[in-house]
Structure formats: structure tokens, C-alpha cells
């Protein structure tokens, strides 16, 4: 071959080279002409992001509503919010990517059904605090909702929803609820089923404000108000005539103790502290209470007005007013049989200082005056306007217990020992005639309490009735007259 045709060839290495370099230079321009034609591409043409009514569902492809038309401009927009990750709302991303709001409704109603949501809140949450807020939520859940709260369990409903006092009124429930503002007035909403969905009250405005559900944040607070606001007798059904119970049904769990503690004898045997008599079969009455009236004259009593009338005899010596048969209660027999009976009425009683007092609230609960002081029970005349109520006296047995210097003494469970003494004091100082009344010494023949009894006392001659003359002067006598009989040694 010529040296010119050596010259006209081309190298074969720098041929290939050349090659490779066109090849990737046409390569990299196909490419490129790809990549730009993918960039520019109109998302709004992308049928699969539309709704049938023509909603966006993927991406927001209208830039008049802060979209993109682009997939250039989608790439953009992504760079740009991803520098500020951690403060970009949900909502925010719902504008642009229209499926999160979806998802967002979805979760809002699930989450609806066991917590309270405000509206949108879910859409301020940032992403960079999701992690934080969805492990708030546990705390928020509607504990009540999942437990079924009924109104047949009072404590399930302070849990619950913070009410107690819960009454029915024969159409609807109603409760009470107390906060920082006070005490208010609830109305309850219940399902179906009778479970409770809902507890509110009417604010200042008339509008209606919900009490706060059962929460895992809030059940601490509940449980200690289960122990301070509850009562016995809103969570332990009462049986009526329950004296024990009845007595503390106003406590509550952290106030049981010390009023057990305080609980009077007089409380949970008034039934048969203040019987008019034993009955034959056990089963004492209700005991009746009476309204103390000072500075009133009984009316002469014409016609038997029943169990739960006071009567008193007239003393002309001394002017003064005493208590008719057994404590003034008599039956109709023996109203019939008697003269000059007295009364004020119906459930009213002349106030006497040697009785115990009570005051009595809207229900008729009675509360005894000074509970839990040294003068429990005691009160002075009532003034003008002030109710004082009493069972009155004492039966004749009782008084031998409860009675210290001629005045009922409220003993409680703290001082029951004293009791127990007083009754041997009160038994030797007690006349015959109340012992025989009581049971402790009884007399067959009733006209031996009449006995006339004839000794010697300081060298001068008494004459006394056996039935008057209290048991320890009865059994000195005993011994003086048998002292004075026996042979001298």
C-alpha cells in the first residue's frame, strides 16, 4: 500500500474512541430529550388523579390552588417542604397531596368513636411532632365509652364521668357534677341500651358543656374523688330501716372511719331507745322524731289524734307540764281511759334541755346537733325561725344506760365503756318503780310498789313508798332492818 493511502486512513483506536464518544454523545442527547419531556410533563393529564367529579386525588395539579402543574414543578415543591419537614402541617401536605386529607377523615372518624377531637385538629399536627401526638392519644381515649358506663353503679359513673348525686325522674336521668366553677346540674344521654354517652350541663350562655370523660390521664384524679365525693349511700344500696348504714350513708371513704368513730348508740338503736314499749314479737317501729316547741301551752286534747301525737298531764301544784303514760305515747285505749290529756299536735313536743337534738335537711335527714364534740346532742332552746327535732325521752331501760345526771348523753362507739359503767351507777340510784318498768327488777303484783316503808334514819322515823325509793336505798334498808332483827351475841 501507498504512503498516501496510509495517511488518508484513520487510526483504528482513535476510530473507536471517536465511535464511543458519538455513541454516548447521541446516547446521553436521547436521554436527556427524555428526562426534559418527563420533567414537563402536565400532571392534569394524568386520568388515574381524578376523581369522577374531577377532584384531585393524588396530587393538587391546579397552581391557582397552591398545586403544581409540573412533575418538574412537583419535584420542586417536595425540596422545598422537605426543608421544613419538621413544621409542615398535615393540612398543609393535604393541599398539595389531596389523598392525605382522605386518610385524615378515615382517622378522625375512628379516632371520634373512643376520644374528643377539636375540628381540624388532626390537620395542625406538624410532622415533626406526629410521633408525639399519636402517643398523646393513648391518654385521651374514652375510657368511659369502652366500659359501658350504666346508671346502676355509682361509682362506675364518678369514674366515668364525674357525677354523683344521680336520680331518675321518671323520664329522663339527671346528676350532679362539681369543678373549680362549682356545683352543677347534669343531664345524662344515654344509647339504646341504656349506657351512658354523655353527661352535660347548661353553662351562663345556655350552652351545653360536657363534663370530662374517663381518660387514662384523668383517672387518677378520679379515683381520689371516688374516695372524697362519693357516699356510702349513693354506692351501697340502702335497705330501708338500716340504721348502721343509714347512719353513714352521707360519709365517704375517707370520712368513714372517724364518723364510724363518732357513730351514736342513740343513732343505730333509736327504734328501740325511744319505744313506747317491747313488742311481742321483736320488731320495734320506726322511731318519730318531733319538732321542738318552746314557749307554747298544750291545747286539752279532745280527740285521739294517733301514735304520732305527744300527750302531757297538767300539774296544778307545780304548773308545770309532764309526759302522759310511757314518754307521752299512748295508744288509743289508753287516751280513752285517761283525763286532762295536753298536746301541741301532730310530730311536735315541748322542748325539755335533758333530750337530744337534731336538725333536719331538705330530704328529712336528721343530723344530731355538735356530732363528734362533747356536747353532741345538746341545744339550747330553739330562737325564732330555728327547727330543732327530738325522739324525746328515753325508754325506761335505756335510761339506765344513757342517762347521766338526768340528761340523755350521746355515747358513741369511742366511749361505749363509759356507758357500761353508768348503767351500775344509774341502776342503784334508779327508784323501783322505773326498774320494775324497765324489766331489771320485775314486780308481779304492781301494788307492791305501794308498800309503805317504815325505818329509822338518824335517829328519826321515815315513812317511805317502796316504788319511789331508788334500789341502792332499798337494799341499805334491806340490811338495817336485818341488821336489826338478828339476835344480839
Given amino acids: 500500500m501507498s504512503e498516501t493511502s496510509r495517511r488518508r486512513g484513520m487510526n483504528p483506536l482513535l476510530a473507536f474512541i471517536l465511535g464511543f464518544v458519538l455513541a454516548f454523545v447521541i446516547l446521553v442527547g436521547a436521554v436527556a430529550g427524555g428526562v426534559f419531556y418527563l420533567l414537563n410533563f402536565k400532571l392534569d393529564n394524568i386520568k388515574a388523579n381524578k376523581s369522577e367529579d374531577g377532584s384531585y386525588i393524588f396530587i393538587n395539579a391546579d397552581p391557582s390552588s397552591g398545586g403544581v402543574a409540573t412533575v418538574l414543578d412537583l419535584i420542586s415543591k417536595i425540596s422545598e417542604m422537605s426543608k421544613g419537614y419538621s413544621s409542615l402541617t398535615i393540612g398543609e401536605l393535604e393541599n398539595l397531596i389531596p389523598i392525605t386529607g382522605t386518610l385524615c377523615d378515615k382517622l378522625e372518624e375512628e379516632l371520634s368513636k373512643y376520644m374528643t377531637l377539636e375540628e381540624d385538629e388532626l390537620r395542625a399536627v406538624t410532622l415533626g411532632g406526629l410521633s408525639e401526638y399519636v402517643n398523646g392519644l393513648a391518654e385521651r381515649i374514652n375510657v368511659a365509652k369502652l366500659l359501658g358506663t350504666s346508671t ?5 359513673m364518678y369514674m366515668s364521668y364525674g357525677i354523683y348525686g344521680v336520680y331518675h ?3 329522663d336521668w339527671y346528676a350532679k357534677y362539681r369543678d373549680v366553677e362549682g356545683e352543677h346540674d347534669c343531664v345524662l ?3 339504646e341500651q341504656g349506657k351512658i354517652t354523655g353527661v352535660y350541663y347548661y353553662s351562663e ?8 370523660y374517663l381518660t387514662l390521664e384523668n383517672a387518677k384524679t378520679r379515683v381520689q374523688g371516688v374516695c372524697e365525693e362519693l357516699t356510702i349511700g349513693e354506692m351501697v344500696p340502702l335497705t330501708e330501716g338500716d340504721r348502721i348504714l343509714g347512719s353513714i350513708k352521707n360519709s365517704t371513704v375517707n370520712t368513714i372511719s372517724e364518723d364510724i368513730n363518732n357513730l351514736c348508740i342513740q343513732q343505730i338503736f333509736a327504734n328501740e331507745v325511744y319505744a313506747s314499749s317491747t313488742p311481742d314479737d321483736g320488731n320495734y317501729p320506726e322511731a318519730q322524731v318531733y319538732l321542738a316547741v318552746y314557749g307554747e301551752e298544750p291545747a286539752l286534747a279532745t280527740v285521739y289524734g294517733g301514735e304520732n301525737v305527744i300527750y302531757y298531764e297538767y300539774d296544778n301544784e307545780s304548773g308545770e307540764y309532764a309526759l302522759a303514760g310511757n314518754n307521752g305515747k299512748l295508744t288509743a285505749e289508753e287516751f280513752e281511759g285517761a283525763e286532762n290529756l295536753y298536746t301541741l299536735g301532730e310530730g311536735r313536743i315541748l322542748y325539755d334541755p335533758s333530750y337530744l337534738y ?3 335537711d331538705e330530704e328529712g335527714d336528721i343530723q344530731m346537733v355538735g356530732l363528734g364534740t362533747t356536747d353532741a346532742g345538746r341545744a339550747e332552746q330553739p330562737q325564732d325561725g330555728e327547727e330543732l327535732y327530738t325522739y ?3 325508754s325506761p331501760l335505756w335510761k339506765l344506760l344513757l342517762v347521766v345526771d338526768e340528761e340523755e348523753q350521746a355515747f358513741t362507739f369511742n366511749n361505749v365503756g363509759s356507758m357500761i359503767t353508768n348503767v351500775s351507777k344509774n341502776t342503784q340510784n334508779t327508784p323501783m318503780r322505773e326498774l320494775d318498768a324497765a324489766g331489771i327488777l320485775t314486780f308481779d303484783n304492781k301494788d307492791e310498789l305501794e308498800l309503805q316503808i317504815t325505818y329509822r334514819k338518824n335517829g328519826e322515823e321515815v315513812v317511805e313508798t317502796l316504788g319511789d325509793m331508788p334500789l341502792g336505798e332499798v337494799i341499805g334498808v ?7 332483827t338478828m339476835p344480839q351475841p
Fill in 189 to 191: 344521654e344515654l344509647d
Fill in 152 to 156: 346502676d353503679n355509682a361509682i362506675l
Fill in 205 to 212: 350562655n345556655e350552652e351545653k358543656v360536657y363534663t370530662p
Fill in 169 to 171: 325522674d321518671g323520664a
Fill in 478 to 484: 334491806a340490811v338495817m332492818l336485818f341488821s336489826s
Fill in 392 to 394: 324525746g325521752s328515753a
Fill in 358 to 360: 337534731y336538725t333536719m
